[in-house]
């Protein structure tokens, strides 16, 4: 590994040249002599500090940090949680570098505990010493031989290229063992723990100029600093691949806090915000096994989904079929082949078989490397799954693969220690091998993700000029998105019924209807309370619709009025923004109305994306509306791409650039012939610490 900044500043830490374990025990039952187990190999010196001395695994104990016979890279803290401020302060004092906290009981205890770990955040920010944790079981580095880990099993875990960094303790040592099992090597795995100090994003530096990492994996419980893991997460997927898991589908909120002292957060925010910064977002630990399993060895060139192409080449039907229904369902891209290439597998393969796209060979034969050499010439071809039962005799996966390397993932069936050292050969040569179809279905979705998250750039950040400064009602919100470049029917404003009146007249009715309803920008769901009435074309049904809206209680601002043009029908979208606590200006797009009877399929979830969103970004945005939405649903006009992405783009500068606007909500956003129309409005501004809720028409 070549030493660079990120990588030097935790050299200390994880890659120690000396190491202290303080509370270090010569009793089996205690963790202070698990530590001194699983630290037990390490090369350089290890010092064993307990106040009672006497010997521990062979090595003569310190009574304290004090007796140390000079400055330590790291101390092992095993200590209870009170004493570690005092641990740390004489740390420091002995000239140690680093520290690894491994008690709990701090931040995520309740208040005494969050008052403890401010104190030993301060002692190490005196003492200039860098933390792991508290409340973590520690790391394991194969690589450099540094196994500072609560498990001394994990001394046994082979070195190799992949580096993961999770919240927890325990899930970075299942990671460990999972990759181990799928017969991958650990490059440096670190639970994080309550990370007061060093935290994803220090960890992703350290990873980027890591020349031994690969390819990275994440977990992730909650996230504190949203701006921070984003930026390091863009930083390190632009090099080298990250993978990561996303724990909170479900409502464990309470659970992750006592655990890790974090909050889970937004499931959906946090997923879509790794996604955005690079990272592939996956649904399990074993899902993220299989990513790294392609993506250590296996990138592709960053492109769109929609134009990276992946061909499946299997010696069984069955098999085949499995990973061409995965990867369908994952929205990967099987293309069918060209004339020119299906015409050249007929020679190669017999009649019977499926060419097209999965390719079946029939048991596979000698013309197998032909085949797949073929394949993966084809121009619309990026990727290429392999799947074929270990015959002996009849294919060699090396031979077969040839020439191919760097854009084929391999899967097979047989013999454990036969599949063993079919794995070792290809790794060899760069090919990651699978032992099942799904696996390797999940590998090659992961390729095209992780080139669909480097295709599309995204605007800087930018800091926030402007104040809005009030609360703006429905017709002051529209003319600020008007002022935008964005649509809406034409509207009177009016103070009293006689101004209403007028308003229907020179709107055009009774050839043209129109929609009244109460602004108020303190009346948030106007439906609810009788404040919208639909298709008025008289002057006798406007005095219907203000009779029910004078029904409503006026409040200190008297009663005023919104007279609409009605617009034409068309399919519903949803567009909004708001500014999320830990991830900043948020921009959403989401269906509404009848469109949310797709719900459940490709598309039908809402989209969220960080701002501010770059002309790229808002269409990709666009481009994630299912297809029926894109093309018109039941008969509506199809979407304008260019005319919504500016939409999402006005969203995202009325968000970004005002510092006091918390939320927008355009909703309803209705499609029609002549571009999207934005029907309703609510924009919520901080006034005097608090929010204060612009006008939303429901």
């Known amino acids: 590994m070549t030493a660079t900044r990120a990588g030097a500043a935790l050299d200390a830490l994880l890659r120690p040249r000396s190491i202290a374990v303080v509370g270090a025990s010569a009793s089996p039952d205690k963790a202070g002599h698990a530590m001194m187990q699983a630290l037990d190999g390490f090369a350089g010196e290890l010092y064993p500090v307990n106040p009672r001395g006497g010997s521990i695994l062979g090595r003569t104990a310190l009574p304290g940090l004090g007796e140390l016979p000079g400055p330590v890279d790291l101390a092992v803290l095993v200590v209870p949680p009170h004493a570690v401020p005092r641990a740390i302060e004489e740390a420091a004092a002995a000239g140690v570098r680093a520290a690894v906290v491994c008690a709990g009981g701090f931040a995520e205890s309740g208040p005494d505990g969050r008052e403890l770990q401010e104190q030993t955040v301060e002692a190490a920010r005196r003492g200039g010493v860098r933390l792991l944790g508290p409340n973590t079981s ?21 070195p190799g290229t992949v580096g993961v960094v999770a919240q927890s303790g325990g899930i970075n040592l299942a990671i460990a063992f999972l990759l181990e099992r799928a017969g991958i090597g650990l490059r440096l795995g670190v639970g994080l723990g309550n990370a007061v100090d060093v935290g994803f994003a220090s960890m992703l530096d350290f990873y980027a100029d890591d020349d031994a990492t690969t390819a990275v994996g994440l977990h992730v419980e909650g996230v504190a600093d949203g701006a921070a893991l984003v930026a390091a997460l863009r930083r390190v997927t632009a090099r080298k691949p990250v993978v990561a898991f996303k724990v909170g589908r479900s409502d ?14 937004s499931y959906a925010l946090t997923r879509a915000a790794l996604a955005q910064a690079g990272a592939v977002v996956v649904d399990s ?33 069955g098999p085949g079929l499995v990973v061409a229904d995965a990867l369908g369902a994952r929205g990967v891209r099987v293309p069918e082949l060209a004339p020119a290439t299906l015409d050249r597998l007929g020679d190669l393969l017999p009649p019977l078989t499926y060419q097209r796209n999965p390719v079946d060979t029939g048991r596979p034969s000698d013309t197998f490397p032909d ?46 220690d036969v599949i063993e050292r079919h794995r070792e050969r290809l790794a ?12 390797l279905a999940i590998g090659l979705a992961a390729l095209v993700s992780d080139a669909a998250a480097r295709a599309v750039p995204d605007a800087p950040p930018v800091a926030a000029t402007r104040t809005l400064g009030r609360v703006l009602d429905e017709d002051e919100a529209k003319s600020l998105f008007e002022a935008n470049g964005l649509r809406t029917m034409r509207r009177r404003a009016a103070a009293d019924r006689a101004g209403a ?22 009346v948030l769901h106007k439906s609810d309370v009788g404040g919208v009435h639909v298709g008025v074309r008289s002057h006798a049904e406007l005095d219907a619709a203000l009779d029910a809206i004078d029904a409503i209680d006026p409040g200190p601002a008297g009663r005023r009025y919104l007279v609409e043009e009605q ?26 109305g009848v469109g949310v009877e ?19 970004r808002a269409a990709e945005m666009v481009d994630t509306l299912p297809a029926a939405v894109l093309d018109g649903f039941r008969g509506s006009p199809p979407v304008d791409r260019t005319a919504l992405a500016a939409t999402l783009l006005a969203v995202s500068d009325v968000l970004t650039q005002h510092h006091d606007v918390t939320e927008i909500d355009l909703n309803p956003v209705r499609v029609t012939a002549r571009g999207p129309v934005v029907l309703d409005a609510v924009v919520v501004v901080r006034t005097e610490g608090k929010e204060d809720h612009g006008q939303h028409q429901s």
Request: overall charge negative.
């Open 252 to 265: 464990v909120g309470d659970f992750a806090k006592s655990h890790t002292g974090a909050l889970t957060g």
């Open 138 to 158: 520690g790391f394991m580095n194969p690589v450099d031989g540094v196994f500072a880990n609560f498990m001394p099993a994990a001394a046994a875990l082979q």
């Open 567 to 592: 617009a034409p029908g068309g399919t519903e979208l949803i567009v909004g923004g708001v500014r999320d606590a830990v991830f900043g200006p948020v921009v959403l797009l989401g269906l509404g």
């Open 501 to 522: 009146h007028e308003a229907l007249d020179a709107l055009g009715a009774p050839e043209s209807p129109v929609v009244v309803k109460v602004l108020d920008a303190a």
């Open 371 to 416: 085949v797949l050499r073929l394949v993966a010439a084809e121009p619309g071809i990026d990727a290429v799954g392999v799947y074929a039962l270990d015959e002996p005799g009849v294919l060699d996966p090396v031979r077969a693969v040839e020439g191919a390397a760097g854009r084929v993932l391999y899967a097979t069936g047989g013999p454990a």
């Open 428 to 439: 060899q040569i760069g090919v990651p091998l699978y032992s099942g179809p799904g696996d």
């Open 598 to 616: 797709l719900a459940g399929g490709p598309g039908s979830e809402p989209v969220l994306r960080l701002a501010p969103l770059s002309p790229e």
């Open 285 to 317: 630990l074993d899902e993220l096994v299989a990513a790294l399993t392609a993506l250590r060895s296996v990138r592709l060139p960053a492109a769109p989904r929609s134009a990276t192409g992946v061909a499946v080449l299997t010696g069984q039907a």
